[in-house]
């Protein structure tokens, strides 16, 4: 199963709303016909679908057989999300206890 990130990457490559992270995508994807068709066949398509599950499993799959790309692939998406006044908030590893990922608060935070 893809990580959530990358569904979110697929989703957002599926809306075609960041030409910068679809550019980098196709261009990778150029040489690989069964990502290349997941690509094609998500545009469009609503968050949920299979269509970008696909697009999120072939990420996973790119992802693992290049980590550069990987690398290249997140920084991408938080320039793109940074730069539309989005928050990249990523938790990575083993977490025990509260978490709170916000953009903006107003008043207190309490658990």
Known sequence: MPEPILVSIAAALAAKTATSLYEL??????????????????????????????LAAQLEIEKTNDPEFGEE??????????????????????????????RDIDGDVKF
């Open 25 to 54: 995508v196709k261009g990778k994807f150029a040489s690989r016909e069964e990502a290349a068709a997941a690509l094609e066949a998500a545009g469009g398509a609503s968050p949920g679908s299979p269509e970008v599950a696909d």
């Open 73 to 102: 692939l997140r920084h991408t998406w938080q320039q793109t999300t940074a730069s539309h006044g989005g928050v990249v908030n990523q938790i990575t590893g083993n977490v025990s206890g509260k978490v709170v990922q916000a």
